[in-house]
């Protein structure tokens, strides 16, 4: 029996990250488009177009140059120098949106019995709330209201329940520490500043 992880291109559990120098651009790339799909819901499309904004310019700047810019932490160094840093950026904000919505999935997983749009409520004021402006909140806050039901979401991951748990749990921890390597490294480089 199938799940949505089996589904996609690539999982989290699957991008490549070189200790030395750093997650596979490509395979990163590849999960984070499935991890797009994930969110069927029209509740979530402000934040689908966002992260898919974010996936070209990062996608744009890894073409430009296949081999300088194979992983992520690369392609953030060989653009520090420019004055437009449109991959770094796009990046610092996919990076923002990938710990939101683990935060989010993450306490679904612990709370099974809350809400997804409690769940993502609570994640969006611990998470990306701090970086929007007065504007942008609302728009996020009625999002997190209309997310689909619990139980809807995680039926269309898949029929086998057990499975689905099993398979989310792997591919959030995956995702996890992704999050946390690249949220390190964006603070020790300082390479969030002026974005």
Known sequence: M??????VKRSYE?????????ISTIQFLEATEGLVHLFGSSAFSVVQNDMNGNLKK????????TEANDTLENLVINE??????????GLLWLKRGLEFTAVALRRSVENPDE?????????YGVTLKKFHGILI????????????YRTAFFKKLGEDQELVQQKLVAWLTALELIVARLNSFYESGGYDKGL
């Not at 990062?58 to 140059?65: E, F, G, N, S, V």
Request: some cysteine.
């Open 2 to 7: 199938s799940t949505y992880f089996d589904t």
């Open 14 to 22: 699957e991008v490549y990250i070189d200790p030395e120098r750093g």
């Open 58 to 65: 990062i996608q744009t700047r890894y073409l430009t140059d």
């Open 80 to 89: 520090k120098d420019e004055k437009k840093r449109e991959a770094t950026g």
């Open 115 to 123: 809400e997804l749009s409690v769940s993502f409520t609570q994640a």
């Open 137 to 148: 909140r609302p728009v996020f806050n009625l999002a997190m209201k209309a997310c689909p």
